[in-house]
Nanobody, 128 residues
Framework: QIELVESGGGSVLPGGSLRLSCVAS????????????MAWYRQAPGKERELVAE???????YYSDSVKGRFTISRDDVRYGVHLQMNNLKPEDTGTYYC??????????????????WGQGTQVTVSP
């Protein structure tokens, strides 16, 4: 099994900053052999989950218009980590943030395949 563990959420004042992290861990004997898409989504109360930022190998990074210029996604392919630096936070950034990683995993390389994994979610609250 593979688990994505998120950290870094919290409560901040408008204009503040937070840094979210998401790291994949190998559990039992299942192994990670590669990673491609890494992304952050968020879900506000009563709204659908939306894509905030995505990093795909050999492609330009995507940011939603609402966070462009304020958020920065970065990745660590060696440690299967993805981070989201959030600056100049606004109340409308409030929500639960989820990471997603597309991982090549298996018990051996020969039987590995690509799967999407989600983190458990971390709460971000921006209020005066």
């Amino acid at each position: 099994q593979i688990e994505l563990v998120e950290s870094g959420g919290g409560s901040v004042l408008p204009g503040g900053s937070l840094r979210l992290s998401c790291v994949a861990s190998e559990l039992a004997s299942e192994r990670i052999f590669n990673v491609n898409n890494m992304a952050w989504y968020r879900q506000a109360p009563g709204k659908e989950r939306e894509l905030v930022a995505e990093s795909i190998k050999r492609r330009p990074i995507y940011y939603s218009d609402s966070v462009k210029g304020r958020f920065t996604i970065s990745r660590d392919d060696v440690r299967y980590g993805v981070h989201l630096q959030m600056n100049n936070l606004k109340p409308e950034d409030t929500g639960t943030y989820y990471c997603k990683q597309s991982l090549l995993k298996g018990y051996t390389y020969d039987d590995s395949d690509w799967f999407d994994h989600w983190g458990q979610g971390t709460q971000v609250t921006v209020s005066p």
